[in-house]
Structures are given as C-alpha cells and as structure tokens.
C-alpha cells in the first residue's frame, strides 16, 4: 500500500533554512511529488513540485535524490509567516490516486 | 484568492441527511478534484472529474458521489449522513491532471 510519510511537527527561528523529509518508498517511475502550505481556515497552498533531481522557484527548492524514495522541501530564511502545515502529495500516474502525507507543522520562532 | 470558488462555507445537518456541495473552478481549469479533511485522518482525495468525466478515484464512500457538469463546475453529493462525515471537504482544480492544484477554501460540514 502506498504511503507519504513526514514528520508530525518541526521548530524553527526567523532568518533559519528549513527542511522538511517526506518518506514515500513506493513511488513508482512517473509518479510526481508536490508540496502544499496550509494556514488554518484555508485551503492548500501549492508551493513547488517535480519528478526528480532538484527544483528550484522563488519561494522553495525541492530536493529529489536518484532513488525517488523520499523528497525534501527547502525552505530559504523562513519568517514568522512561515508558520503553516506542509504537506506532501505523491500522485500515482498509473491509477491518478492521490497521496498526502499527514502533515507537518513548522512553527517558525521570533 | 485561488479562483475556486466553493459554496457552502459552513452546513450543519443531522445524521441520516443528504447534502451537495458545489464547486466552481478556476477560470481554463478542466480538472477538478474533491477532498476530505479530518482531524484523525488528514486530507484525503476521493475523486477527480476532467471535463465531465471520472477520471480517478480515491477514498471515496459508496454513500458519496460527484459529478462535473458542462460548465466544470462540480458537486460533491453525501448521503445517509453519519458524524464521522463531519469534516472539511475542499474542491481543488488543475489545467491538466499532473499539474498544481488550485484549492478552495472549503465547506465546513458538522453532523449533529
């Protein structure tokens, strides 16, 4: 059975870099990876996505290594309003289900 | 503002009842997909509709179902209320499928 798996929570400091792991060891070859923000009484934010290697745009990068089997957000120099849940989403090309993991907190400190 | 646009935003009902949340997308967005948000089971996908047609699907109960009209817009049909079904149910929309989703910001359902 697939499964996104990330970490529950993470704490940070203004001006830090931030990396969050998501874990999806049965990504199979055109699955894509994707990060969302979310605030709370909103919907999800799309920040970044790719298939593999590095992704980079103005506000994340994303790091993919060879094997595919996990994924990292890279947030640069987070601030106050940083502070959101993060999810991962793997979307399966094969059946197009769709994947989240469960979360991850990020409260960002003063 | 995502451009998707979901109505109710709050609706409370009684177990047993049958309720329809709407969506419309974002302007040129084909693709629609409906979620459920819950405390202990997170965001969950249940299916995904691309110009009218299923296209994928994913935890979605038999006493539940969706269609997309001409117009794109969607509608999220739930049945046979339960409390469990008490949740946030997001509609997002995507130009293709692959493609970042755009989200809307919710219909707050509460089973009395």
């Known amino acids: 059975l697939a499964k996104t798996t990330q970490p529950i929570s993470m704490d940070s400091y203004e001006g830090q870099e931030v990396n969050i792991t998501c874990s999806h060891n049965?990504?199979?070859?055109?699955?894509?990876i994707t990060w969302y923000q979310q605030f709370p009484s909103q919907g999800p934010r799309f920040i970044i996505q790719?298939?593999?290697t590095k992704v980079t745009n103005e506000v994340a990068s994303l790091f993919i290594p060879a094997d595919r089997k996990s994924s990292t957000l890279s947030l640069p120099r987070v601030s106050l309003s940083d502070t959101a849940v993060y999810y991962c989403?793997?979307?399966?090309?094969?059946?197009?289900?769709?994947?989240f993991g469960q979360g991850t907190t990020l409260q960002v400190k003063p | 503002d995502s451009g998707v646009t979901q109505t109710p935003k709050h609706l409370i009902t009684a177990t047993g009842q049958r309720v329809t949340l709407r969506c419309s997308p974002r302007?040129?967005?084909?693709?629609v997909y409906w979620y459920q948000q819950s405390l202990d089971q997170g965001l969950q996908f249940l299916i995904q509709?691309?110009?009218?047609?299923?296209?994928a699907k994913g935890n979605i109960l038999e006493r539940f179902s969706a269609q997309q009209f001409p117009d794109l817009h969607s509608e999220l049909n739930l049945s046979s209320l339960e409390l469990g079904d008490s949740a946030l149910y997001f509609c997002?929309?995507?130009?293709?499928?692959?493609?970042?989703?755009?989200f809307g910001d919710g219909t707050r359902l509460s089973i009395l």
């Open positions: 997002a929309s995507s130009v293709e499928s692959n493609q970042p989703q755009h």
């Open positions: 049965n990504i199979a070859t055109n699955d894509y």
């Open positions: 790719g298939y593999k």
């Open positions: 989403l793997v979307g399966k090309s094969n059946t197009g289900k769709l994947i």
């Open positions: 302007s040129g967005d084909l693709s």
């Open positions: 509709y691309y110009n009218g047609e299923e296209r």
